[in-house]
């Protein structure tokens, strides 16, 4: 239940600076549109694999995305824990199609980040937050369609907010985040 992408860099303090997907962005700006949070997510975090490149585990990964600016999630390890339990229980996403999608190799740096100690508590300490998003995602009008985010793309996240009755909770107490870990090819796609 870890996003992909986003294992420290070698030499980089997990715990530096604050969350990469700033909360402020779409908890205290949610007139921004969801295309413009996927931007500015992707701004913040380079490396992130989409469809084009990979397209048959890329829409999971953008999903995935979509799902941290619609709920209103950081990448700090308590959000990423939260973003996952808002996907498993206030989106169509099945528990096995999620499974498949952690399964991914490109998670794989992700794990080994979160075997230290200083990423797994706050990780763990979501599971008091489980009972909220369960309650709030059961209170929801409808599931967030996980697989066609992008036709939301051009609407604004208050929008949907409204439209499916999300409720998102307040920033991650903790700033530690999860640095991304750049692959080689990413760099040579820069522009």
Do not use: Q
């Not at 921004?32 to 829409?59: C, S, Y």
């Not at 799902?67 to 990423?80: R, Y």
């Amino acid at each position: 239940m870890f996003n992909h992408m986003h294992a420290p860099a070698a030499g980089t303090p997990a715990s530096a600076s604050g969350p990469l997907l700033d909360p402020a962005l779409t908890l205290r700006a949610p007139a921004l549109t969801l295309r413009e949070g996927m931007i500015a997510h992707r701004a913040r975090v380079p490396g992130l694999i989409t469809a084009d490149d990979d397209p048959l585990i890329g829409p999971l990964f953008e999903g995935h995305d979509a799902c941290h600016v619609v709920f209103g999630c950081s990448t700090a390890p308590l959000d990423e824990a939260r973003v996952d339990l808002w996907t498993l229980f206030g989106t169509t996403m099945t528990v096995r199609r999620y499974t498949a999608y952690l399964t991914h190799p490109a998670l794989a740096p992700i794990y080994a980040a979160f075997m230290r100690w200083d990423m797994a508590l706050p990780y763990l300490g979501s599971l008091a937050d489980t009972p909220r998003i369960w309650s709030r995602a059961r209170a929801m009008i409808r599931p967030w369609d996980f697989d066609a985010w992008s036709r939301w793309a051009d609407v604004p996240v208050e929008e949907i907010r409204a439209t499916f009755g999300i409720r998102v909770l307040g920033p991650a107490a903790s700033h530690a985040t999860i640095r991304p870990r750049v692959p080689r090819e990413a760099l040579d796609r820069a522009p």
